[in-house]
């Protein structure tokens, strides 16, 4: 599934496969999002693209945000009318000293919610808030329940490293197909 946005800030072409091998093809001026979306493909076995420029000279504000923006909606394409998934995803990650937690519902309503108190303001040159604004993003557009938890820790990269590696698993589980039928009482998943 390929997205490609193109606005006044960014510019991003993503391509998802949720069925893949864990190889990841990332071009963009945020290396610490390099780092957390090459593991995310790893530890949920997706092959992803993504080649992005944008405004960093501005902040990595709006280039984070796209970006996630561009997965949650290729991940909701991906996923077409979810017949036969899983559609509930759950992953506990040690990272060293950290644990992180991913949970999530391919409901078809964006909730997201995440519990982390992450020590550091920046992690080399990247702010630490935008780990939420990055998975806010995914969740919205993706239509799915995420919620994320840092439940102990002391190093923020871990703690965010934590983060993508558990959302990568738990997306992993809750996209297998186990079956031929729409996983909700109601017949219908949007
Ligand atoms: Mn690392």
Redesign the pocket.
């Known amino acids: 599934m390929t997205v490609r946005r193109v606005t006044g800030e960014t510019n991003v072409e993503l391509s998802l496969s949720l069925y893949g091998t864990g190889r990841a093809d990332l071009d963009f001026p945020v290396p610490f999002l390099r780092?957390m979306l090459h593991?995310f493909a790893v530890h949920g076995r997706f092959d992803l693209t993504v080649h992005a420029t944008g405004d960093v000279d501005v902040d990595d504000h709006h280039l984070v945000e796209d970006i996630g923006l561009s997965l949650g909606r290729a991940i909701h394409q991906a996923l077409g009318d979810k017949r036969g998934i899983r559609r509930y995803g759950e992953r506990h990650t040690p990272m060293d000293e950290t644990l992180a937690r991913a949970v999530i519902d391919l409901s078809g309503r964006p909730a997201f919610v995440m519990v982390a108190d992450i020590p550091d303001q920046r992690i080399g040159t990247f702010p630490t808030e935008l780990t939420r604004e990055f998975f806010k993003s995914v969740a919205n557009e993706a239509r799915m329940a995420l919620h994320l938890a840092v439940l102990y820790g002391e190093n923020s990269?871990h703690m965010v490293?934590g983060l993508f590696k558990a959302m990568g698993a738990a997306l992993a589980m809750a996209v297998e197909v186990i079956g031929d039928r729409v996983p909700s009482s109601k017949g219908v998943l949007e």
Do not use: V
């Open positions: 780092h593991l990269h490293e």
